[in-house]
């Protein structure tokens, strides 16, 4: 399901969105849920407290905090949310992409721009689904594109997933949960029961130790490396990779 959250304290266009998106969802059978508020600053309370959303609809000009403003405040939470600015100048349209606007959609809003608009946010949605994780962490809510995860550990209670970026992320979990969710993905391989790493990063493979592109060196248990070598093999040779 994709969530949807739209904040605009003109009750007309309040309105209005209301009914474009029941429309929208109707004739695309979309798998949409919607929640709207009339405030800025009821939208930041619900995402710090733990709400998520995958698509923001935020009107630029609004008594309390402006959505350009509540937009930065929102990404100190949410660095992942797809956020659509609604205006009717474009005087801020500069400033609305430093906080990684999606789109600026022009008020008056009419049904031929505002469904074509939808369907390309909705498909970048589901893009993201496909090959993300989405971590609720101390810093906010991110999504982590699979392909840049080089490995993860778990350290007590607490997942540490290491990005090609050199960013290091932390999120309550279990490493079995992790490897369930990742199974259907080849490219991961679960060496010591404490780590889960991408194999596209593998550099090297000892009798105890996987060394990663970055440096990291993940120990191997005794007599596993011969199994772990021939999971990496094979990987390599279903990516077409030349062995020597």
């Known amino acids: ?70 937009a930065k405040e929102i990404r100190q939470y949410d660095k992942t949310v797809h956020i659509i600015f609604l205006t009717s100048s474009t005087e801020f349209a500069v400033e609305s992409y430093v906080v990684g606007a999606y789109f600026y959609l022009l008020k008056p809003i009419w049904e031929d721009s505002f469904f074509p608009l939808m369907d390309s946010v909705m498909a970048a949605c589901r893009r993201a689904e496909q090959r993300s994780l989405v971590l609720r962490c101390k810093s906010g809510i991110s999504r982590i594109e699979l392909e840049k995860l080089l490995y993860c550990e778990v350290l007590s209670r607490t997942l540490v997933f290491h990005l090609t970026d050199g960013r290091i992320l932390e999120s309550t979990g279990s490493m079995d949960e992790l490897a369930r969710q990742l199974a259907e993905y080849p490219c991961f391989l679960r060496p010591h029961r404490s780590f889960l790493v991408n194999m596209e990063y593998i550099r090297s493979i000892t009798a105890k130790t996987l060394v990663l592109t970055d440096g990291a060196q993940i120990p191997i248990p005794h007599g596993r490396a011969a199994d772990i070598k021939n999971q990496y093999l094979e990987y390599a040779f279903s990516r077409k990779q030349v062995m020597l």
Not at 9 to 17: K, M, Y
Not at 37 to 49: T, Y
């Open 1 to 70: 399901m994709t969530r949807l959250a739209f904040c605009d304290d003109d009750p007309n266009i309040h309105d209005q969105l209301t009914a474009l998106l029941e429309k929208y969802r109707t004739q695309r059978k979309a798998d949409l849920e919607c929640t709207a508020f009339r405030s800025p600053l009821d939208l930041l309370a619900a995402i710090e407290s733990g709400a998520r959303y995958d698509i923001l609809l935020l009107d630029v000009l609004m008594p309390a905090e402006d959505g350009i403003t509540a």
